[in-house]
């Protein structure tokens, strides 16, 4: 796969993105709060959480270290559970849709099992599910050509670069073609260059595939670049500080980045995160 700035150059790309016609909504969040219990006594981990994510939307958790991003986003996938309040997972409980398989979960490390290949560990959660070794090897074909690693099959993960790892965990979690892509800071340990890159990958399987996705940054402009809505978050106790909707199309490329809308967004994030910023 080529590196472009623009990952729309092919029009068949935004005409296979058909866009919910209603705002169904794939998460419900309603007052919900976490305290994790410690021998230093309670930590407010989220507090009083609303927020209601539509399904194709792309959703980012940003906020300073301990707010409590890798905890909602760990509620969502029934990773952990609230204290108080509800969610509600494409219309089901966190749990049901877990057990469904309606979500993927890429994490910041690409956890590939070293002893397997690339097409291999994209099967796991397909033999998991047990699907037919037929369909599994049409998966893993499908989700490894969509990541660009087509050539890679039998590589093993030490063999291939951190983005090539990360774009393997990221096919490994569309093999079985969950609704929802949970991605907890997937590109934050990789440089500059290949983040772009993969940022603009993930751009152009968010509009394949029409997938709703939550993810969790640190960086302003990687959230602006993909968000449709951006979620600022503050913590102690961990809340939500601000829900930004971004006023930008769809299509993007890097160039957008130096545009005054662009720019503009980026400054409302950077005063949402300054405004909730609190030094103990
Ligand atoms: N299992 C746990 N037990 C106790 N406290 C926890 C646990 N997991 C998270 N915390 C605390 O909950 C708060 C929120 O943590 P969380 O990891 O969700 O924040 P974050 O915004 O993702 O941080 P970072 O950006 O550093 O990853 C922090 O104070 C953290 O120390």
Known sequence: ???????????????????????????TIEDLSLVFET?????????????AIE???????????????????????DLERPTSGTILVDGTSPEDARLNRLYGYVFQAPAL???????????????IFGLSKELQQ??????????????????FPWQLSGGMQQRASIARALSFEPQLLLMDEPFGALDEITRDHLNLELLKIWHETGKTVV???????????????IVVMSPRPGRIAKIIKSPLAKKRTLADRESPEFVAVMQEVREALANDHRID
């Open 138 to 155: 049409q998966k893993t074909d499908k989700y490894l050509e969509l990541v660009g690693l087509q050539d890679f099959h039998n590589k």
């Open 113 to 127: 099992f070293p002893w397997r290949t690339i097409a291999s560990n994209c099967k796991v959660p397909l033999e």
């Open 39 to 51: 021998n230093d006594g309670p930590v407010n981990a989220l507090s009083h959480i609303d927020l």
């Open 55 to 77: 399904e194709g939307g792309f959703v980012s958790f940003i906020g300073p270290s301990g707010c409590g991003k890798t905890t909602l986003l760990r509620v969502i996938a």
């Open 1 to 27: 796969m080529s590196m472009t700035a623009d990952v729309f150059e092919k029009s068949d790309v935004l005409a296979e993105f058909n866009p919910p016609q209603s705002a169904r909504k794939m998460i």
């Open 215 to 229: 993810f969790v940054t640190h960086s302003i402009p990687e959230a602006v670049l993909l968000s449709t809505h």
